[in-house]
Structure formats: structure tokens, C-alpha cells
């Protein structure tokens, strides 16, 4: 089976999340009257967010099924499972929502257009942020200063603003 994916430059992913840690928390009510951050109202906020600052970039067809994707929680609104001050389980599912929209867009070029039920687990996406946490190269984890030695030929992505 082929896989599609949508990849963003790194500059680019970390602008959005600073933009993203810039805006109020999505709150919700509950039944006793109290509120709480909900992860489903923050990702579809993050969600927004991206296809605002990257309208030239992602095409309209995968705008279009982006939009309609549908967030769920196995917590309902979803409690904080991964704390982080620059919201990277909803950063990483608005991604997800992308790359949904895209694979769903290409889908309608085989099997023709049509309006498709796009749901998205929170979990599961925060999920996917583990596999670049706890992988290694050549022992090395993410947080080892002798790793960058490995990015051969992706220093394009860098830049000084961000080596501090």
C-alpha cells in the first residue's frame, strides 16, 4: 500500500506552534458549572490556524476535506495527556487533519468527489509526536547535543533565530 504524506518545513512547523502558544485556551464548560481546556476545541482552533498561514501552500481540495474533519477524544473533550506549553497535540492533529484532507482529495481523484466522514483521534496523534521522542540514531536521542551531526544535508531547515 502507498502512503501519502504531507511534510512541512521545520522553520515552518516551529513558527506555527509559537503562533499557536499565542492564543487564548479553548475552554470547556462542565456539567458542574467549572471549565476545562478541551483538546478538541484547541485542535480545531490549531486546525484554522494552519490553513490561514499556509493558504498558498496546501492545495484547496485537501483545504476542503481538512475542514470537515471531525476530532474526537476517548476522554470527550479530551483531557491534557502530553502537558506542554506550546500545544503539540493540537499542533500535530491539525497536521493529521492536513494530511487526512490530502489523502482524502486524492481519493476523489480514483473513486470521484464525494463529502467523506473524517474523524481524528486526539490520542492517537499525540501518539505519533512519542516516535520522534524516543527514537535513536546511532544511540543518540533527541535531546543529544552530538545528534545534529547526523541532519546530513537538511541544515536548509535551520535557522539562526532558533539555535539558542
Not at 509559537?18 to 483538546?39: E, K, T
Not at 484547541?42 to 484547496?60: C, K, R, T, Y
Not at 512519542?130 to 545528534?147: C, E, L, R, W
Request: aromatic fraction near 10%; glycine fraction near 6%.
Amino acid at each position: 500500500m502507498n502512503e501519502v504524506a504531507v511534510v512541512f518545513p521545520l522553520v515552518f512547523l516551529v513558527d506555527f506552534l509559537h503562533l499557536l502558544s499565542c492564543f487564548d485556551m479553548p475552554i470547556a464548560q462542565l456539567s458542574n458549572g467549572a471549565s476545562r481546556y478541551s483538546l478538541k476545541n484547541g485542535a480545531a482552533i490549531a486546525l484554522d490556524s494552519l490553513l490561514q498561514v499556509s493558504f498558498h501552500e496546501i492545495p484547496n481540495e485537501f483545504r476542503y476535506h481538512a475542514k470537515k474533519v471531525n476530532f474526537c477524544s476517548i476522554e470527550g473533550e479530551g483531557h491534557i495527556s502530553l502537558p506542554c506549553p506550546v500545544k503539540e497535540t493540537e499542533a500535530v492533529s491539525a497536521l493529521k487533519a492536513v494530511e487526512a484532507g490530502a489523502i482524502a482529495a486524492l481519493t476523489d481523484l480514483r473513486y470521484g468527489h464525494q463529502d467523506r466522514n473524517i474523524t481524528l483521534d486526539l490520542e492517537r496523534a499525540a501518539t505519533f509526536l512519542f516516535a520522534a521522542y524516543i527514537s535513536t540514531v546511532d544511540g543518540m536521542g533527541k535531546g543529544d547535543p552530538n545528534v545534529k551531526s547526523k541532519l546530513i544535508g537538511i541544515s536548509c531547515f535551520y535557522t539562526t533565530r532558533w539555535s539558542h
